[in-house]
T-cell receptor, first 111, second 113 residues
């Protein structure tokens, strides 16, 4: 089946640092979504991207839909302790009624 | 709105036992799905439904059954639990199939001994 490669698998950073993570695929997606999962909770949508080249911000978060439609990036600026969690990318393929998820990036922020 | 609800939150089963994980949504979403989450594997799709009476298999359907008799409910049945089914299970729903936002429930943590 389709696969998304998400990197890095984990990050340990100091409060105040910026964070970057990305997802790549061998398939073309028509939608990219970024979710965050807090410990013991279900994933919650952060940003949705619907067009190649689209750059969208949500507070300190910025995400981009790659021009090739095969990748996406999420940046978090000036990290804070509550940014801790697992971040997932997800892609939607044209013609398919389901999302494919990346393996997740575990983010740890040290105060 | 309660959103997506799941019961139970935790469950311990013995190998061979059967059980049903409940999922309900009050947003009138047509599309519902079940995922399992395992360390390092992300979220893997088990089964999904595009509307009442219609279900289809996802990436890892073996050992699980689903049905969709109403728009609101989408239960997941484990027919004969195995240790490999120890996982965290999430139910999700969305308006449609075009990559719309999926809303996730809080999850059910299952341990099979």
């Amino acid at each position: 089946g389709q696969q998304l490669n998400q990197s890095p698998q984990s990050m340990f950073i100091q409060e105040g640092e910026d964070v970057s993570m990305n997802c790549t695929s061998s398939s073309i997606f028509n939608t990219w979504l970024w979710y965050k999962q807090d410990p013991g909770e279900g994933p919650v949508l952060l940003i949705a991207l619907y067009k190649a080249g689209e750059l969208t911000s949500n507070g300190r978060l910025t995400a981009q839909f790659g021009i090739t439609r095969k990748d996406s990036f999420l940046n978090i600026s000036a990290s804070i302790p509550s940014d801790v969690g697992i971040y997932f990318c997800a892609g939607h393929l044209p013609g398919y009624g389901k999302l494919t998820f990346g393996q997740g990036t575990i983010l740890t922020v040290h105060p | 709105n309660a959103g997506v609800t799941q019961t139970p939150k935790f469950q311990v089963l013995k190998t061979g036992q059967s059980m049903t994980l409940q999922c309900a949504q009050d947003m009138n979403h047509e599309y519902m799905s079940w995922y399992r989450q395992d360390p390092g594997m992300g979220l893997r799709l088990i089964h999904y439904s595009v509307g009442a009476g219609i279900t289809d298999q996802g990436e890892v359907p073996n050992g699980y059954n689903v049905s969709r008799s109403t728009t609101e409910d989408f239960p997941l049945r484990l027919l004969s639990a195995a240790p490999s089914q120890t996982s965290v299970y999430f139910c999700a729903s969305s308006w449609g199939l075009g990559g719309e936002t999926q809303y996730f429930g809080p999850g059910t943590r299952l341990l099979v001994l």
